[in-house]
């Protein structure tokens, strides 16, 4: 039973950059699938990008295609989400989540989540 946190979310100008972290709170020797999703005030939550367990295949919703990037360092167990040229409308409450089969967009499919990290991106 490991929970995820997600960390590095911050306020940034539009234009800037930002890192998040996914990492569960005890070293874990499976590598989920690993999305991010983010969620804005009244917005449903929507799919960010995703990775598989290797690392091999990557995913981006067409908002962020370009702008950010998804990897993971298994030996670290942590993943990471890389966001450049932040816009305005980047700003929700981002989480991280697992699951077990391959790389999936929608939040059903994950079985484990972050607690989120606030991610919001000024004029």
Do not use: H
Not at 88 to 105: K, N
Request: glycine residues 10%; hydrophobic residues 30%.
């Amino acid at each position: 039973q490991v929970q995820l946190v997600e960390s590095g979310g911050g306020l940034v100008q539009a234009g800037g950059s930002l890192r998040l972290s996914c990492a569960p709170s005890r070293r874990t020797f499976s590598y989920p699938t690993m999305g991010w999703f983010r969620q804005a005030p009244g917005k449903e939550r929507e799919f960010v990008a995703a990775i598989s367990s290797t690392g091999g295949n990557t995913r981006y919703a067409d908002s962020v295609k370009g702008r950010f990037a998804i990897s993971r360092d298994n030996a670290e167990n942590t993943v990471y989400l890389q966001m450049n040229s932040l816009k305005p409308e980047d700003t929700a409450v981002y989480y991280c989540a697992a699951r077990f089969l391959g790389i999936s967009t929608y939040s059903r499919d994950y079985n484990t989540w972050g607690q989120g990290t606030q991610v919001t991106v000024s004029s």
